[in-house]
């Protein structure tokens, strides 16, 4: 499914990429192949609920919860 | 006053995680070119393994970069917050990770950034394994070798 959006201009992407040889090639960002939002499969969904519990975990232990 | 919540484009915990992968994967530096784009192209297999909290992607010339990973890598060095080389609690992301690890492996920058490039055209672009490989060809001046490999390689993702 290809759902292209909204094209960055120039100066918006010279504040977002930090390297030249990258920077240049946002000129070919006009083909909808460069950019894609792709609904997530209930896998990725599952998936992103384990990664969460990591993050909440780590929070957990930064914050010293389990001292 | 910067808070937590200002200092990355990601959350500050997933951000943390993210790096934290990338570091036991031995990159996720800035200091060169080459270590961003190696960084780049190793969580986009992360997240595609999924075993790394997700960033934004988009398509460039050399490959899927996301800006906002970019401004995080830059961001944790900047203010020298430490990132820890600690396991996964879950078993089964610890088991996914090393079958990224071992994927990754030796491979080239080149050669992430090839299969990096083919898996973004097959899987979100919906491409044909036919059409992509043709796209890998005129995008990135791939080899037939090149394809052949990175098609292979694809099928441990």
């Not at chain 1, 090639?25 to 896998?43: A, G, H, L, Q, W």
């Not at chain 2, 961001?75 to 071992?102: H, M, V, W, Y």
Request: some cysteine; overall charge positive.
């Amino acid at each position: 499914m290809i759902n292209p959006l909204k094209k960055i201009s120039t100066s918006e992407a010279k504040d977002l990429i930090p390297d030249k040889e990258i920077l240049e090639s946002v000129e070919k960002d006009n083909d909808p192949i460069f950019k894609i939002s792709r609904p997530e499969s209930t896998k990725d969904l599952l998936n992103n609920q384990l990664l969460e519990i990591e993050i909440a975990l780590r929070k957990c232990d930064r914050y010293g919860v389990f001292e | 006053m910067e808070t937590e919540k200002d200092i990355f484009k990601n959350s500050y915990d997933a951000a943390i995680l993210a790096i934290s992968v990338l570091k036991r994967l031995g990159c996720g530096k800035v200091n060169t070119f080459e270590q961003r784009l190696r960084s780049q192209k190793t969580q986009y297999l992360a997240q595609s393994f999924g075993v790394s909290p997700k960033y934004p992607f988009n398509l460039y010339l050399r490959g899927p970069y996301s800006p906002s990973l970019a401004f995080d890598l830059f961001k944790i060095e900047e203010k020298g917050i430490p990132t820890r080389d600690c396991k996964f609690a879950s078993d089964e992301l610890e088991d996914r990770f090393n079958q990224l690890k071992k994927f990754i492996g030796n491979k080239t920058t080149r050669q992430l950034e090839l299969i990096a490039t083919l898996h973004w055209f097959i899987k979100m672009v919906g491409l044909s394994p036919d059409q992509s490989k043709q796209k890998l060809v005129e995008l990135k001046k791939a080899s037939k070798e090149e394809v052949e490999f990175s098609f292979n390689s694809l099928k441990e993702i």
